[in-house]
């Protein structure tokens, strides 16, 4: 069944568009009525991203959980590994996370993680979307029974605490030159207070969040300006986080990005080594570089695919067993710490390893020689742009050129109007013309269906 509301990250999409104060009244209250099982007092915990427009959706959802009897624990901007955490720390029934993530300010979204600190089934969600479009007037509290609502201090510390006991106890990160953009986003107060209460010389950019400029030309989708700081610096790493730190982008001491990839690579490795792989492998999506697959089967270890969406990959390790898994993107899972990913938490394995090898990033983040790998988006407005028989016959051509030595997905995206083209394999000029020939025939049906 097709859901309304929620996408493969919460609800998400324009402030006062499709993220309005009417819309998260009802979340709060459709959720609150969701989660409240047993006779105790229920509870639960809202933090956020630094938006202009989460003002106006956390109040509109302390007015809904309230109205069905839940008290309300405000944390303010915080990482949403953060409210994950505290979530299950602090006992909440339910957790939420207002963030839209690495978009721009003008989007917001609700994350919503259960008692168990993890992200809600989908069975949960549709149980939430069929109470949003009911009047709940019935169900509301009685007056007596109205839930309360408080700011809740030391958050920050309480996380920052939780992050660095993920190390080993006597592991320093003193003599590391270490550039941080955090953003502007919601990691722009814990992260370089982690960084530097661990020993490192922090020189922190996206720091200065002003409601309108979470990742604006900062953060991990816009890694540029970390890797001039990088340079100018003379700094040993950069760390890019996006909007609510979830997700983290490296770049070494030469200005060079390292990507999720590599990064799962690099902890892989490490894991295997030390005896802390909970099965031998990991999991990745279907995005994920064909190289790294390659290199993991090097060192024994086996990667399952899922597809794209770092709840798919949470679902898979959990029902088969691993402790590691993530996304290209950054989005890195260590399920021994969190239930969802943890930019801060992912640098900060890198960060280990890096100090026990006394080796430069470049060398300890090249675990393998990426396979060329083309991905463009095809923009569209309506309709099913892939079911044309055009599209058809250039993915099954394009799959036929490319063999078993190659790799091509289809898919639209999660949480944006586009059809996203990726294909990989060695050569990389047949790989770029494979998929200029899928996106010209996606064009081509999107201009049908624009026409019709």
Not at 125 to 130: D, L, N, S
Not at 337 to 343: C, L, Q
Request: with cysteine; glycine share 10%.
């Amino acid at each position: 069944m097709t859901r309304k509301y929620f996408g493969t990250d919460g609800i998400r999409g324009k402030a006062n568009g499709v993220i309005t104060p009417e819309l998260a009244l009802k979340v709060g209250q459709a959720a609150g009525l969701a989660f409240q099982r047993g006779e105790h007092r229920h509870r639960v915990v809202i933090g956020k991203d630094t938006r202009l427009s989460g003002y106006m959706i956390e109040y509109a959802m302390v007015a809904g959980f309230t109205s069905v009897g839940m008290d309300v624990l405000l944390l303010g901007p915080i990482p949403t590994p953060a409210v994950a955490m505290l979530t299950r720390s602090m006992r909440a029934d339910l957790g939420v996370m207002i963030s839209a993530s690495h978009n721009a300010f003008e989007d917001n979204g609700i994350k919503l993680f259960g008692p168990d600190a993890y992200k809600l089934s989908d069975d949960i969600e549709r149980e939430i979307e069929a109470l949003l479009d009911i009047d709940l007037s019935p169900r509301l509290a009685k007056s007596r029974d109205l839930g309360r609502a408080k700011r809740v201090e030391s958050v920050h510390a309480r996380y920052i605490e939780f992050a660095k006991r993920t190390l080993p106890r006597n592991l320093s990160l003193e003599g590391l030159r270490i550039v941080l953009d955090c953003a502007n986003g919601a990691a722009y107060k814990a992260a370089p207070e982690a960084l530097w209460e661990l020993g490192a010389e922090v020189f922190t950019i996206g720091d200065e969040p002003d409601g309108f400029n979470i990742n604006h030309e900062v953060g991990s989708t816009s890694p540029e300006r970390v890797v001039h700081k990088v340079r100018e610096m003379r700094a040993d790493i950069g760390i890019a986080l996006d909007g609510d730190a979830d997700r983290v982008l490296v770049v070494d001491e030469r200005g060079q990005m390292i990507d999720g990839d590599q990064l799962m690579g690099v902890i892989a490795q490490s894991w295997k080594e030390d005896g802390r792989l909970s099965k031998p492998g990991i999991v990745a999506t279907v995005m994920s570089n064909l190289g790294l697959e390659r290199f993991l089967a090097s060192i024994g270890l086996d990667m399952p695919r899922t597809q794209v969406g770092d709840r798919y990959v949470l679902e898979h390790m959990r029902e088969h067993g691993y402790n590691v898994g993530g996304e290209q993107s950054g989005h890195v899972i260590l399920s021994d710490y969190s239930t969802t990913g943890d930019g801060l938490v992912s640098a900060l394995q890198l960060l280990a390893v890096v100090q026990r090898l006394g080796r430069p990033v470049s060398e300890v983040c090249h675990v393998f020689d990426p396979v060329p790998q083309i991905l463009k988006n095809v923009r569209y407005s309506g309709g099913n742009p892939l079911a044309g028989e055009a599209v058809k016959k250039a993915v099954a051509d394009g799959q036929a050129q490319l063999g078993k030595g190659g790799r091509l997905v289809i898919r639209p995206s999660g949480t944006e109007p586009l059809i996203r083209v990726m294909a990989e394999g060695d050569d990389r000029k047949l790989v770029n013309e494979v998929v200029d020939d899928i996106c010209a025939a996606v064009r081509g049906n999107t201009t049908i269906l624009a026409a019709e």
